[in-house]
Structure formats: structure tokens, C-alpha cells
């Protein structure tokens, strides 16, 4: 695999995240790489790992499923290098956002959660938000 083709899908990946003001999970953004045939699954982890690990990119992990967002330097990569990505696959890119938008956002809109707390109960959490603030941040216990 080239190295310019590997950047080329970290950028892409820096802009799917910048356009939007809600975290992607690993599932959607994937999907318009495959769907498209840009890359394979292989490729595209190893694309997800390098940003997170050279901090372009966070990611928060809630049961199976790894939410992520752009950071402050990512920003600052996509803004400097968005240039760098074809006028044809930025359109891709956008109108993949705009045909799915309402259901990326609820997909990621409720995350909920469960875990065994100390005394043999069960804490069911839930958190629904909007961007990047929470709206309802609710924690139940459930005998």
C-alpha cells in the first residue's frame, strides 16, 4: 500500500470527522470506505490507529462499539491539508454526510451502558446527547 494512498485516507477520515459536530463510531465511518471501495477493512483500522495515535484523532469505547472524535490538532491537520484530497471525493464525502445525517446522529444520539456495581446490583447508564453536550446524563439501579 502507497503512503500518499494511506495519508489520503487519514485526511479523508479528518474531514468525515470535522464536518460533523457529533462523534462517528469505527461502523459508519467504515462504512462509506467499504461502500465506496476507497479501502479495505484492514487499511482502514490500521488508518483509525495511526490518528489515534498520533492524537489527531480520540476515541471513547462504550461496550463494543468506539466512538470517535476529531481533536484540536486534528483540526488543525485537516485545515492545513484539506487541500490535499480530490474535489470528487470531498463531494463523496459530503453528500455521504448529508444522505445520512440524521441517522449518524442518532446512532451515536443515546449511548447506554450496564455494569455490576459493588454490592451485586446492576447500574444501567444512559446519556443522550446533542453534539458534543450532554442533554440527559440518567444512572439507575437495577436489583
Known amino acids: 500500500?502507497?503512503?500518499?494512498?494511506?495519508?489520503?485516507?487519514?485526511?479523508?477520515?479528518?474531514?468525515?470527522?470535522?464536518?460533523?459536530?457529533?462523534?462517528?463510531?469505527?461502523?459508519?465511518?467504515?462504512?462509506?470506505?467499504?461502500?465506496?471501495?476507497?479501502?479495505?477493512?484492514?487499511?482502514?483500522?490500521?488508518?483509525?490507529?495511526?490518528?489515534?495515535?498520533?492524537?489527531?484523532?480520540?476515541?471513547?469505547?462504550?461496550?463494543?462499539?468506539?466512538?470517535?472524535?476529531?481533536?484540536?490538532?486534528?483540526?488543525?491537520?485537516?485545515?492545513?491539508?484539506?487541500?490535499k484530497i480530490p474535489i470528487a471525493i470531498i463531494d463523496d464525502m459530503d453528500i455521504f454526510l448529508i444522505e445520512n445525517k440524521y441517522e449518524l446522529r442518532n446512532e451515536v444520539g443515546v449511548i447506554s451502558d450496564y455494569y455490576k456495581s459493588t454490592n451485586q446490583d446492576y447500574i444501567v447508564s444512559c446519556r443522550i446527547l446533542e453534539g458534543n453536550s450532554t442533554l440527559i446524563d440518567m444512572n439507575l439501579s437495577v436489583p
Open 1 to 83: 500500500m502507497a503512503l500518499e494512498q494511506v495519508t489520503l485516507y487519514k485526511f479523508m477520515t479528518l474531514y468525515m470527522l470535522n464536518k460533523v459536530n457529533f462523534p462517528l463510531t469505527n461502523n459508519q465511518i467504515q462504512r462509506f470506505f467499504l461502500d465506496k471501495e476507497y479501502t479495505t477493512y484492514f487499511i482502514f483500522q490500521q488508518v483509525i490507529s495511526e490518528l489515534i495515535e498520533s492524537k489527531l484523532i480520540s476515541s471513547e469505547t462504550v461496550r463494543n462499539t468506539s466512538y470517535y472524535r476529531i481533536t484540536d490538532d486534528g483540526r488543525e491537520t485537516i485545515d492545513m491539508f484539506k487541500n
